[in-house]
């Protein structure tokens, strides 16, 4: 009964001090997700309508590599507080010794590596697929996310910069273009009086219907500008096809890595069992570590 009572009490400073550390370390995380989130969202690559979605799908990472952290400073807390106030004294002469001590400091742990490994295997992945997915989706509908009359914005994989003075995002409408692309050694200048962008599939390039304009390209090494004027045009623009690094392997489910022989896939597993191991030897560790003399009366 007093080894129970004493399990209890000690298994209450644990997760009360985990309680506290976790939520203190997921707020400060949660501003850099944003800032990095909004930073994204600026250069184009996140539209931003999915800024909140966005957000709430990489919390699943977060946590994984935050709760490590947080088990074992809980830990850490906990048993230093009870060596200060001399309490892990009282509980040693009682008869509640280090191995039933570790008993419930074991079972804290299993307890973090299972929700680790929940979220390494299942949860992760699935959030990093769905997060891509909704991209994907709106920029078949939206070929370059955060267009806006009146500001610059980069063009996909590189393609350029583009400026228009009015932009019509239902329609895909727009006024005043200004395109600068740099090439092989060429800076193209391309400006239209009106035009639409044409959505296409994420492996087609974009494409440009433009009224009359006119093009300039500037050939630094040769030294040569060319101007042609037009009544209309398309411009298409390529897409630099995916790495395959970026094809997702984050992206891929865990059963999908175990069938893969190759050595990607297997670092990508070995990072998903990480964290959970890694806070089981962390959890086990940190009661040695809090040792310390009782505190001294003044």
């Known amino acids: 009964m007093r080894a129970r009572i004493a399990d209890r009490y ?8 985990f309680s506290g550390v976790a939520i203190l370390l997921v707020l400060v995380t949660f501003g850099g997700l944003l800032t990095d989130v909004l930073n994204k969202v600026s250069r184009g690559r996140i539209p931003a309508e999915l800024v909140l979605n966005q957000l709430l799908l990489r919390i699943p990472l977060a946590l994984s590599l935050l709760l490590p952290l947080a088990g074992f400073v809980a830990v850490m807390l906990a048993f230093g507080r009870l060596y200060r106030d001399s309490e892990m004294a009282v509980l040693a002469a009682a008869g509640y010794g280090a191995r039933r001590q570790l008993r419930v400091v074991f079972n804290f742990g299993l307890f973090i590596a299972a929700a680790l490994l929940a979220l390494g295997l299942y949860l992760v992945p699935s959030a990093a697929l769905e997060a891509q997915r909704q991209i994907d989706e709106v920029r078949q509908r939206t070929p370059v996310t955060g267009l806006e009359a009146g500001r610059f914005v980069d063009l996909p994989d590189g393609g350029g910069v583009v400026f228009l003075g009015e932009y019509d995002g239902e329609a895909n409408r727009f006024a005043e273009l200004i395109l600068v692309r740099d090439s092989d050694g060429q800076v193209e200048w391309l400006a239209s009086d009106a035009g639409q962008l044409i959505p296409t599939e994420l492996d087609q390039p974009l494409r440009f219907q433009l009224a009359a304009g006119e093009r300039t390209t500037v050939d630094v090494e040769q030294r040569r500008v060319l101007r042609v004027s037009y009544e209309e045009a398309m411009l298409t623009v390529p897409r630099v096809e995916r790495q395959a690094d970026e094809e997702g392997m984050d992206r891929r489910s865990t059963l999908a890595l175990l069938a893969d022989d190759s050595r990607r896939a297997q670092v990508e597993l070995d990072t998903r069992l990480a ?10 560790m ?13």
């Open 275 to 284: 964290p959970a191991a890694a806070a089981f030897l962390l959890v086990l």
């Open 10 to 17: 000690l298994s209450r400073e644990i997760w009360s001090a």
């Open 286 to 298: 940190a009661p040695l570590l809090a040792r310390s003399a009782p505190r001294q009366a003044r």
